[in-house]
């Protein structure tokens, strides 16, 4: 007979401020940020349900947005007003990143005295985007004359610690379950495509779905006197849940499991070994306890239910859900040599039937209205799509020259799609393959007038509109008395953006191209490449900048920061900017510099005149990962008048959907030029041995190693 559980209170012989967590929202299961903040309002805090699943419950908190390790996220109460003096208070949170490398992340409190703010930190750890890691710690408030007190967590370091996104979950001051001699680390399984939904669901018959096979987990309390792993006291472990919800929330006994070992915490229950089994709803949450029933002073159990028993706190989960959802798909994809590639799903088991769709302008959704795009079968396209009623979509034969590119994605159903009964998930992520090929190509010598100032692109036909950003009417114009890009067969004029007084809209120098097509350079892999003749001009000079705002784009630049004339590539994605910057001086003063960037997986380069200048291996972010854009500017920053519109000229401007190699790039340079040859940095390794520096070893450099012939600077032993 089931017995229905009243919630008790605890009448643990503890201080009273420890036996609560002081954290407003600790857990974030309000839906949204109550209690927490962006600190500096530097970036933005949100509660999130996915990517990543949350630590426990159905939320937990995101920090994003960051440009400093100190942007972080913090409480929004004073702690002064819940804490006490000469109190040590266990102190604990959940945290991951989103960073593949580890970054240092911290909770810190700050004071202001009268002396100047102090910041004590109260422990870190090291964090990545692999799995949530406990950050705990113990804490005496700090006696000075601050009147205020702000807790937060932070990063400290480690390779792009100052812009990584900060997950948390599960924050405690003044209460830790282990801490506390509570039942902890709650896990609920199984959970084997890791989407934060335990449990299987089970068709019993007519498309009605339960979850039969969900495992309750958690730690047995710890011992106070510190002898055993387990307190010794600890009897057995009752477990109570809501298993009548939706309609009875109330906690009732399911079972107990005793506790047989004092060095092994780990306990489980199997709903499945109930008396009856328990049978959950599907996509449904739960709230569950545990009453850990313990000896009393007389060395005899305290009864079931009993308020001196130790009990936990209540811990919550969300059964997977019967309508299907598709967990993750394959990256985007460049056509191999032969045209081919292909795109998988990851679903939920209750999916049985795959459907793939071509778009056609947006994805199709109830938000936009869109009910255009194509149900992929053998005939699209010309039939080069195959497998397309199962998880993977096949692609064979494509086009080489881009004409058959798509943007596509997957639904997944349970059961035969329009049958009564069968749900269909979201759709997934849209995903895109391309053919290699140069996208976008202004070679700049002509322009055309139909009441806008266009240069074309001859290529993809995203034209380029030019136009001014002041209250005058001068735009870049066409410059055929300058020297132009050196040695390309019929290039006459170069594109000339006359903007001296850099960075001011409201000078009379404010010109800048703009091209109107969304996916202008939203690829995965990407090269830009230019000849560039820069005139100087103030700091952030943007040669290219190609995105949506000061949180999603793509740019090329000249001046970043205070570093003169050095060239720097970016992508930001969702507020974090990684980049790769070349050493001052590489794009000279009134000189024809032939640059490019690329970018391939996490690599980034950048080249001038056909050679490598610098490298980054930590360039995740892709253009295509914030998809279309409508600031797609030459010569204009993201940022506004804070950044230089840029002095000088253009030509030759290329966008490729693929990373071209060092030795592409090296023959792209040595093409437009009269060089006998560049040299392959990426692979030199000649060293002292090239004397001359011409990246050859030729006789020069062996006449220069002979004349030292059995020449030797040994130190010999006194006769």
Known sequence: MRRLLFILMCLCLVSPLLAENVLVNPGFETGDTTGWGARFGVGSVEAITENPSPHSGTYCGRDYGRTSNWNGIWQSQNMREVTELAVVYPVSVYVRT??????????????EPEAGTVYDQIANTTADDSGWVLLEGEYEMLDNDSTTATFYIETTGGTGSDTAEIYVDDAAFGSNDKADGKPYDPVVGPDPLET??????????????????????????????EIYAVNPNIVKHNIYLQTDLPADPNFFYIGSVDQVSLVDPNQSFALADADPAVVLEQGTTYQWQVEQVILDPNGVAYPDGDPDNIWGSIWSFTTANAVPSITSITDHMLLDSNGDTSFTIATTASADNFRWYKVVGEVDSDDNGETDDVEIDGTTDGGIYSDFETKTLVVTG???????????????FNGVPGAEGSEPSEPSAARWFWAPNLKSYYSFESVTNDGNDVTPDSVSGYGMVLLSNDTGEDVPSLEPNVPSAPGIVGNGNSL??????????????AQYGQVFAPWAA????????????????SNWNRILDYGNNTNNYTFLCVNPGS???AVRFAVKVTGTEQTVTTAAGALPVNEWTYVSATLTESTARIYINGELAATSTTLTNNPVNYGTTVNNWLGRSQWGGGDGYFNGLLDELKIYNYARTSVDVGQDYLADTQEEYVCNLEVYDLENYDTNENCLLDLPDFASMAARWLEDDRIYPLP
């Open 398 to 412: 494509a086009a080489a020259d881009g004409s058959q590119d798509a943007l596509i994605y997957a639904k997944a």
């Open 522 to 537: 939203g690829y995965k892999d990407l090269t830009i490449s230019a000849w560039i003749y820069n005139k100087g001009g």
């Open 196 to 225: 934060g939904f335990p449990g299987t669901p089970v068709d019993t018959g007519g498309q009605v779905w339960k979850i039969f096979d969900i495992v309750l987990g958690w730690k047995a309390g710890i011992d106070p006197n």
């Open 496 to 509: 000339l953006f006359d903007n001296p007084r850099i960075g001011d809209p409201n000078s009379a120098d």
């Open 563 to 565: 570093v003169n004339n």
């Open 98 to 111: 989103n960073t593949a490398e580890g970054v240092t992340v911290a909770m810190t409190m700050q004071y």
